[in-house]
C-alpha cells in the first residue's frame, strides 16, 4: 500500500510522461503530414513536368549553335575549312556512336535524374573549352563532350514517363517538345537579330549559350528522382519486362501513389522478401535477365515486316539527316565566306524549325492508308530530299542552299513523324523506347561508315562540296529502295483485290446456280 503522499508523487511522475507521449505523437505526425507533401509533390505531373520543360528550353537555348563553323574560322579560333571538316567534326559521330550504347543502358539503370546532371556537366565543359580553349585538339575534345550531350538526350524525353501516369503520356510529351521547338527557334532568331543588327561577336553568343546550359544544369537539381524506370527497376512484382504481346501498364499508374501505399511499399522494403533477397544478392543475374529480355524484345518487334521497313528507312534516313545537318554549315560558309558575306545560318534554322513543326503538325490531318501507300511516301519525299541535296551540290548562290535545306529538314521530319507514328502505334512504351534507341544506333553505325570514307582525312577526306555530291546521290539509293518496294505492295494488293473479287463472283455464281437447282427441283415435284 503507497501512502498519499507517494499516491501523488507517481501521479506527477505519471502526467509528464503522457504529455512527452503526446508530444511525441504529435511530432510524428507532422514528419508524416510533411512527408507525405513532399511525395505528393514528387509524384504529382506538373511539377516534374514544369521542370523538366525549363530543363529542356535553357538546353535548347544555345544562340551560337547556328554560327559554329564560322566562329571556329573565324579570328576566334583561326582554324582552317580543312581541319574542321575533316579532322574535327568527324570526333562527333565517333563520340555519339562509342556512348550511345552504354549510355542508354546506364540511363535507365541510373533512373534517369543522374544522367540528365551528366549532360548538364557535359554541356558546361563544352561550352567552357569552346570560349577559352584553343587548338585541333582541343575542339576535338570539344566534340567528344558534345557527343556525350547528345548521347544522354535519351534521358530528357525517358525521364517524364517515369513520374507520370499512362493517360498524361502524349500531354506532357507536347509539352516537353514544344518548349525545346520554342527554346531552338528562338535561340537561332536571337543569334541572328544580335549578329545582324547589333554587330555581336560570335565569342558573346557562346558566352550567353554557356549561362543557358548553366541554368539547364542548375534545373536538373530539382527534378524529382524516379523511383521506377522502364526496364531495370521496374514496379511490378516479378521486377521483369511484360510479355511479348502486353502493352506495360503498372499498377496504380492511372494515379500517384498514396502516403499509404509508400509506406507500405517501405516497410516492405524494410522486410525483403526472399525472392528480392536473392535479387539483391545477384544484381549481375538480374541485369542479364534484362539484357535477355531485351534481345527477345527486339527479334519480336523486328519480325513484323512492317516494322522492320519503316525501321529501315528511319536508320537510313537518319544517318544521312545526322550528316548532312553536322556539315551543312561548312558549306554554306563555302558558299559565302562569313569574313566577307553577311551570315543567316541563324534565320534559317529558326525557319527550317518552324517549318518542320508545321509540317509535323499536319500529319494528324493525313487520312491515307499508311499500311498501302507509307512506302509509296517513303520513296517520293527521299527523292526530295535527294533533289534539294543536288541542289545545293550544283547551285553557288548561297539562297539556293539555304532554300534546298529548307526543303531537306521538312520533307525528313513529314516522314520521321509518320514513321514514328507507326512504330509507335503498335508497340508498348518499353518496346518503342527499344526500337528508337536500336534504330539510333544502326543509324550512327551507317553515319560513321559514312564519315569514315567521306569525310575522315584518314579516308577520302572529300571537299565539302563533293560530300554533299554523295549524300545526295545516298538519298537516291533510299528512293530506289523504297519506290521498289511500294510497286511490290500495290501490286500485290491489285492481285490480291483482284482474286478477292474472282473468288467472290465465283462464289455469287455458284450460290446462283444452287439456288436454280433447288428451284428447279421443287417445280419438278410439283
Known amino acids: ?61 544555345k544562340p551560337s549553335e547556328p554560327f559554329l563553323t564560322p566562329y571556329l574560322t573565324g579570328p576566334d579560333k583561326n582554324l582552317t575549312t580543312d581541319e574542321v571538316t575533316n579532322q574535327i567534326l568527324p570526333v562527333w559521330t565517333y563520340s555519339y556512336l562509342a556512348l550511345l550504347f552504354p549510355v542508354f543502358l546506364l540511363t535507365d539503370y541510373l533512373r ?25 585538339l582541343a575542339m576535338q575534345v ?20 517515369s513520374v507520370v501516369s499512362t493517360n498524361r503520356y502524349q500531354r506532357v510529351t507536347s509539352y516537353c517538345r514544344s518548349s525545346t521547338l520554342a527554346a531552338a527557334t528562338v535561340a537561332a532568331v536571337l543569334g541572328q537579330l544580335l549578329v545582324s543588327l ?64 509508400d509506406t507500405s511499399s517501405d516497410s516492405a522494403g524494410r522486410s525483403p522478401t526472399p525472392q528480392q533477397q536473392a535479387g539483391n544478392a545477384k544484381p549481375w543475374n538480374h541485369m542479364l535477365r534484362v539484357l535477355v529480355q531485351l534481345s527477345k524484345d527486339l527479334r519480336d518487334c523486328y519480325s513484323s515486316r512492317k516494322l522492320l521497313y519503316w525501321s529501315l528507312w528511319w536508320a537510313l534516313a ?48 493525313m487520312k491515307i492508308n499508311w499500311d498501302l501507300f507509307g512506302e509509296l511516301a517513303l520513296g517520293i519525299f527521299s527523292a526530295v530530299d535527294a533533289g534539294s541535296l543536288f541542289l545545293m551540290h550544283f547551285s553557288t548562290n548561297i539562297w539556293a542552299c539555304y532554300a534546298g535545306y529548307l526543303i531537306f529538314k521538312a520533307c525528313y521530319m513529314l516522314l520521321l513523324t509518320i514513321a514514328t507514328f507507326q512504330i509507335a502505334i503498335n508497340l508498348s512504351m518499353e518496346r518503342y523506347a527499344l526500337m528508337f534507341g536500336f534504330n539510333n544506333f544502326i543509324a550512327l553505325v551507317i553515319q560513321t561508315i559514312l564519315t569514315v570514307v567521306v569525310v575522315d582525312s584518314r579516308g577520302l577526306g572529300l571537299d565539302i562540296v563533293t560530300q554533299f555530291l554523295i549524300y545526295g546521290s ?48 421443287y417445280l419438278t415435284r410439283l
Not at 570539344?142 to 514517363?161: K, L, N, Q, S, W
Not at 491489285?494 to 455458284?510: D, P, S, T, V
Request: charged share 15%.
Open 474 to 521: 545516298y538519298f537516291a539509293v533510299i528512293h530506289g529502295i523504297f519506290m521498289i518496294r511500294s510497286i511490290c505492295v500495290l501490286v500485290s494488293s491489285k492481285c490480291k483485290r483482284k482474286i478477292a473479287r474472282c473468288c467472290k463472283e465465283q462464289l455469287n455464281h455458284a450460290e446462283h446456280q444452287s439456288r436454280e437447282q433447288i428451284v428447279t427441283g
Open 318 to 365: 537518319t544517318a544521312g539527316f545526322n550528316q548532312v545537318l553536322n556539315y551543312i554549315q561548312v558549306l554554306w560558309d563555302f558558299r559565302a565566306p562569313s569574313h566577307s558575306s553577311a551570315v543567316y545560318n541563324g534565320a534559317v534554322e529558326a525557319l527550317a524549325t518552324f517549318l518542320s513543326s508545321v509540317t509535323s503538325f499536319l500529319v494528324q490531318y
Open 198 to 261: 547589333a554587330d555581336v561577336s560570335y565569342f558573346y553568343l557562346n558566352a550567353i549559350s554557356l549561362a543557358s546550359v548553366a541554368l539547364a544544369f542548375l534545373c536538373a537539381f530539382f527534378l524529382p528522382m524516379p523511383q521506377k524506370s522502364m526496364f531495370f527497376h521496374r514496379k511490378d512484382a516479378s521486377q521483369s519486362l511484360p510479355g511479348p504481346d502486353k502493352v506495360a501498364a503498372p499498377a496504380g499508374s492511372d494515379r500517384p501513389s498514396s502516403c499509404q501505399e
Open 142 to 161: 570539344v566534340e567528344f563532350f558534345y557527343g556525350m550531350v547528345t548521347a544522354t538526350e535519351v534521358a530528357y524525353y525517358a525521364y517524364i514517363y
Open 112 to 136: 534517369y535524374k543522374p544522367v540528365l546532371l551528366l549532360q548538364g556537366i557535359s554541356l558546361i565543359v563544352t561550352w567552357l573549352l569552346l570560349l577559352f580553349a584553343h587548338g585541333v
Open 1 to 61: 500500500m503507497r501512502s498519499p503522499p507517494e499516491e501523488q508523487e507517481a501521479a506527477e511522475e505519471t502526467f509528464p510522461l503522457e504529455v512527452r507521449k503526446e508530444e511525441l505523437q504529435q511530432t510524428s505526425f507532422a514528419a508524416e503530414a510533411m512527408a507525405c507533401w513532399k511525395q505528393e509533390k514528387s509524384s504529382t505531373w506538373t511539377f516534374p513536368t514544369l521542370i523538366l520543360c525549363l530543363y529542356g528550353f535553357f538546353y535548347m537555348m
